[in-house]
């Protein structure tokens, strides 16, 4: 049982530059979130959602995209990558009352 | 806006050592709180899920109680051993929010010395 996969676990792109992060859970969970992880702020949230067809904006949503078309898969999509979205990047699910199961993790570098 | 907070930010300790890690949160209205583990370069492990209604949750050495009204929760962890050393986070699902939605605290940062 894989749990929560996250592709690639490195990447650095160049300002301007497109790129999707990749995240993928087999364990049939209704609820998929992206968080960064930046020093000195803590983790905090991009997009999730509630099941497939249907997502929403958290706390940080701007320069971000996200679709989820399956269960399992939960793509997120950098329009044009800036600097300021250097970070580590974490997908995350859960099912109903349970806890959040974590992905290793996508650090990505913008120069 | 819920806040968590989590004190101290980094606490070394020798081994053998029960110690007591404090989260607290600025709006009691929560569904549930969250301790997370996060080992250096790796995703965040469950450690212990308290529903708002209870007080207290218990695996193995590890115990966390939840007092909502006074907007804390605390992590104790008895016999401390150098593989307890990581970083520990607490998070809150506020009232009203998805089941896909969390807000953490920045984490205390635990090493355990031989």
């Known amino acids: 049982n894989a749990g929560v996969t996250q592709t690639p676990k490195f990447q650095v792109l160049k300002t301007g530059q497109s790129m999707t992060l990749q995240c993928a859970q087999d364990?049939?969970?209704?609820?998929m979130s992206w968080y960064r992880q930046d020093p000195g702020m803590g983790l905090r949230l991009i997009h999730y959602s509630v099941g497939a067809g249907i997502t929403d904006q958290g706390e940080v949503p701007n320069g971000y995209n996200v679709s989820r078309s399956t269960t399992e898969d939960f793509p997120l999509r950098l329009l044009s990558a800036a600097p300021s979205q250097t970070s580590v990047y974490f997908c995350a699910s859960n099912q109903v009352g349970q806890p959040q199961h974590f992905g290793d993790g996508t650090r990505l570098s913008i120069l | 806006k819920q806040e968590v907070t989590q004190i101290p930010a980094a606490l070394s300790v020798p081994e053998g050592e029960n110690l007591v890690l404090n989260c607290s949160f600025t709006d009691s209205a929560i569904y549930n709180l969250q301790w997370f583990r996060q080992d250096p370069g790796k995703g965040l492990t469950s450690l212990l899920l308290i529903q708002s209604s209870q007080r207290e949750q218990t695996s193995g050495r590890l115990n966390a109680s939840l007092d909502k009204s006074s907007g804390r929760s605390t992590l104790y962890i008895a016999a401390s051993q150098p593989g307890d050393s990581a970083t520990y986070l607490c998070a809150v699902r506020p009232l009203g929010t998805s089941y896909g939605k969390l807000t953490f605290g920045q984490g205390t940062i635990l090493t355990v010395h031989p």
């Open positions: 364990m049939n969970h209704e609820y």
